[in-house]
């Protein structure tokens, strides 16, 4: 017997659970299921989300023939079944899973058929596919983007599985404790496919009369169902969040943050994001601050999971409550932007390579003064192009007194 999860796929649109902004009364897919005007598609969104269902459920609501293959395990000769199909038949609704590992060979072969319409393509992934799909798939193609499920979803998903005679439980007696089923809809993380494969278990392995409480469904879904997935959209955002939260200053959310990335148990995405926090943003206003960031990372590293988040923790913890500066990024970013349109100039002749040799000997002979023969190390010279000679990119912050210290000097020479 298929599991419950499969057996509980909605056959038609109506069946659909949550995603209302997409399948509900005013939602563009109902409306295109309604005016028997199908496009092709991608629908993108974390596990669990319903991208699947809405895809068998177009399908049902059709009429149309449906087949799935996927991105990563069929081939091309696959596809060219479907293909023949849809010639004989007149449409076939693909749905193509994992459709961001779709290789070049295999595009160029499902192109015409899209443009012909003999092949309606619902293409499923996790990756934002902005990012992870080619353009020419993409432009011939509608991008819907599936939310992640309400606990309200979870639910209803849940009794509809316990009530259901044909696909479910219906046709048994099942008693579930209200903090059991309050495990099952918080702990699955929105993934619907989740909770229903934990309830399958509490239900297949308890005694009759089946009874459900909260140690069954703690049993049966230990932990939450962290939707994660390091190449997918959903962990690019977490990761923002977890920067934009250290930026702010907000020592609470970046521990929440921190804690979905330990989960996900990706260490070097991590480290390599703390350690461009410990540059962008806190920078010239704790200098020092990089580097104990980096010897929390070596520890975190040699240590491993699950201590590693222990020097990973006060590592977040110190950049929070640090000053904050971006003035180096911003300096180097004003930099670039000159160089990138062109405002380089002319080196002055005596910054050219030969003229620095035997500069502290000859003095001034060669046009450059050697600011160590100067009292403090430092003589005014030109140093910019003629044409960038006004030019200012550094713009000190008074967030701390390392970098007031930077600006003071920075300020006396450029008054000189």
């Keep these: 017997m298929e599991p419950l999860a499969y057996r509980m796929r909605p056959t038609t649109i109506d069946d659909v659970i949550g995603q209302n902004h997409l399948v509900g009364d005013k939602g563009i897919i109902r409306r295109m299921v309604n005016a028997r005007r199908l496009s092709s ?16 459920a177009i399908a049902g609501s059709t009429d149309a023939k449906f087949r799935q293959l996927n991105a990563v395990t069929n081939t091309k000769k696959d596809m ?10 007149g449409q076939v609704i693909l749905l193509l899973d994992e459709i961001h590992r779709l290789d070049k060979a295999r595009q160029d072969f499902l192109l015409p058929h899209l443009e012909n319409g003999h092949i309606i393509l619902i293409g499923a992934t996790t990756s934002n596919p902005y990012h992870a799909i080619n353009p020419a798939i993409r432009s011939r193609t509608q991008i819907f983007e ?34 059991a089923m309050e ?72 521990l929440h943050y921190l804690a979905r990335l330990i989960e996900g148990g990706d260490l070097p995405t991590i480290a390599r994001r703390l ?28 240590l491993g999971f699950p201590e590693a ?15 904050k500066s971006n003035s180096g990024i911003t300096a180097i970013d004003a930099a670039l932007s000159d160089v990138r349109k062109g405002r380089s100039g002319e080196i002055p002749k005596h910054l050219k390579d030969g003229h620095y040799a035997g500069a502290k000997d000859l ?54």
Excluded at 42 to 52: E, Q, S, V, W
Excluded at 80 to 89: F, H, L, R, T, Y
């Design 41 to 56: 598609m991608i629908l993108y969104g974390p596990p669990g989300t319903g991208k699947t269902s809405i895809a068998r």
């Design 80 to 89: 060219q079944i479907v293909a023949e199909e849809a010639k004989m038949s």
């Design 146 to 179: 599936l939310q992640p499920l309400t606990p309200s979803d979870i639910r209803q998903a849940i009794e509809r599985a316990i009530h259901d005679k044909d696909h479910g439980f219906g046709d048994r007696a099942i008693n579930i404790d209200e903090q």
């Design 183 to 254: 495990h099952f809809v918080q702990a699955a993380g929105g993934d619907i496919r989740a909770s229903l494969n934990a309830l399958e278990l509490a239900v297949l392995s308890a005694e009759e009369p089946v009874h459900i409480t909260r140690q069954d469904a703690e049993d049966c879904l230990q932990k939450s169902s962290f939707n994660f997935d390091k190449d997918g959209d959903f962990h690019y955002d977490v990761m923002s969040a977890f920067q934009k939260s250290i930026r702010g200053s907000d020592v609470d959310a970046a």
């Design 275 to 302: 350690l461009v926090i410990s540059f962008e943003d806190i920078g010239l206003a704790s200098p020092q601050a990089a580097s104990r960031t980096l010897t929390a990372i070596e520890a975190a590293e040699r």
């Design 309 to 323: 988040r222990i020097p990973l923790a006060q590592a977040v913890i110190e950049l929070c409550l640090s000053p």
């Design 363 to 416: 003095g001034n002979a060669t046009g450059y003064l050697y600011p160590h023969n100067y009292p403090g190390g430092h003589v005014k010279q030109q140093y910019l192009p003629d044409n960038l000679q006004k030019a200012r990119y550094y713009s000190p912050k008074d967030t701390s007194k390392s970098e007031a210290q930077f600006k003071q000097v920075y300020d006396n020479i450029k008054k000189e």
